[in-house]
């Protein structure tokens, strides 16, 4: 029988070699990381996961209403007043951000969420 | 259990002398002019295989798919995909026939080529959210100074993307040309500038290997990694799911 056990893409089939394959195995790794491997259904880690879930929609929510208000200032609608109110409001939500990442032993990089074709939601 | 591998035209083709998973012999069971190729598992066997899915597993299963595109037009199967008896994959092949042969013909003479460029983030300027200085250092200062350095912070992360756009509208263009079909995902990660697949005739698999090369020599900054001939994995879709809007 042939022996079929074996990597094919250290054969064949590497068609153009970049020279440095290790890099973009770290790339595809960390574009793979959204992806959970398995759903951790033990009760310490569904608290964990709950509270990943939930920051994560959060930031998302956070850096929407920024992006908007980035606009509006592009866009000259906002006055000074408006703008100092906004600001204040976006780094106080930043500082509690910071504040539940660390009581949930979160990093920035695990707020994300694999959107399959689509890429990753933040 | 029946473990899948692929479903393929040709089902008089004789299929491949290969171990399985769990080292179980390979079946082809035929319904019309398409066939299913899978082995059956005593259950627990293939259950582990699947529950600890290891590199090994992973490539016996790519190796099989692979091994039966020389002679027969195949849809590969995801890693992982089981059924419980011989009467459940005859029901699935007799449901989705349809499907399957739109698909057959879709790839027919096709093999899918993998494309992923690197390019230098270094130039990305700071993320929202991960601006922390900007917080910093505007604390001190006022709500309205957070808020205009947010704003030119992005200003530089459009200009940044737009770039990345552009490269990727010129890497692909002479791609598609020489494709059926294609998939791509710009910027998975700040680094990866682009991973695409597309679907090519095997004939043109010589010059989209070429165009590649072009690209490498037109592009230095960049790094080009092209592989294949792979199964069209990307390329299958289920048309009965598609319809019933699943």
New interface residues.
Partial sequence: MTDIDTDPISGDKLLCDPGDLEAFATELEQAGTSLPHRINADPEGVERGLAKLVLTLIELLRQLMERQAIRRIEGGSLSDEEIERLGQTFMKLDVRMEELKQIFGLEDEELNLSLGPLGNLL | MIYLYAITDRPEVAI????GLEDAPLISLAYRDVAAVASRGAGSGVSTALSSPE??NV??H???V??LMPDRTVLPVRFGTVLPDEAALRSMLKDRYSSFVANLKRVCGRVE?SV?V?WDSDSRPLT???A?NI?DQ??AI???????A??SE?QLERAWRRRAETLVVEIRRPLEHMAADS?C?????P??LL?AAYLVAREQ?KN??KE??NL?LAYPEL????????PAYNFVTDRKADQSGD
Avoid: D
């Avoid at chain 2, 006022?142 to 205009?148: D, E, F, I, S």
């Fill in positions: 491949p002398a290969l171990p590199a090994v490539w016996r790519e190796a099989i692979e091994a080529l992923q690197l929202a959210g991960r922390k917080n505007c604390s006022g709500g309205r100074a957070y808020m205009l947010r704003l992005e998939v995902q710009v910027l998975v990660t680094r990866l991973k698999m989209f290997r590649i090369n490498s790094r080009f990694l092209c592989t294949g001939p792979w």
